[in-house]
């Protein structure tokens, strides 16, 4: 009765303790707050994103789940470490697609059998993308509201 009667005071006294609030991902919250995803159609990929061993701890979206096109944000530790990685991206996509267009912070690589782009870019230390697109508009409209979204979450 004496150890119920304890642990019971103990339950209550963290109970009354403040609890702490996790602050979400910048990318889950990009994605879901401004792109307007449903929370059931974000996954976090830890490793081996796009089958590449070197880039890790991705957020990915569905805006619609019926079809695999797919949103991406990643955080880099720095800018450097972002651009380094944006860079070797493009270097490996570029062995199954197309190069079409790359600037300093954005690129458009286009799969030919696929017939779908794949849309990356870079602002501080975050990469966001979209993948399997077969609308070159849309992927460009994508690129462009992923990075307001970014910039305006700093």
């Known amino acids: 009765a ?3 009667e304890k ?13 702490e609030k ?9 994605l879901n707050k401004i792109m307007g995803i449903d929370p059931a159609y974000i996954i976090f990929q830890g490793k081996d994103v796009f089958q590449f061993d070197f880039a890790k ?12 096109i797919r949103l991406f944000i990643h955080e880099a530790s720095s800018p450097e470490k972002a651009r380094a990685l944006f860079e070797r991206l493009i270097e490996e996509q570029s062995y199954d697609f197309e190069i079409k267009e790359q600037k300093a912070e954005m690129a458009l690589l286009w799969h030919s059998y696929l017939k779908n782009w794949f849309g990356v870019g870079q602002s501080g230390a975050f990469i966001f ?8 508009k849309i992927v460009r409209a994508r690129l462009k509201g992923l990075k307001r979204g970014i910039d305006g979450e700093k």
Not at 23 to 30: D, F, K, N, S
Request: cysteine-free; proline content about 9%.
């Open 57 to 68: 701890e991705f957020w990915f979206g569905s805006p619609d789940p019926a079809k695999k």
């Open 22 to 30: 996790a602050e979400a991902a910048r990318g889950y919250l990009v």
């Open 129 to 136: 993308g979209i993948e399997n697109r077969p609308d070159q």
């Open 2 to 4: 004496d150890i119920r």
């Open 7 to 19: 642990s019971k005071q103990l339950v209550d006294a963290l109970k009354s303790l403040p609890g």
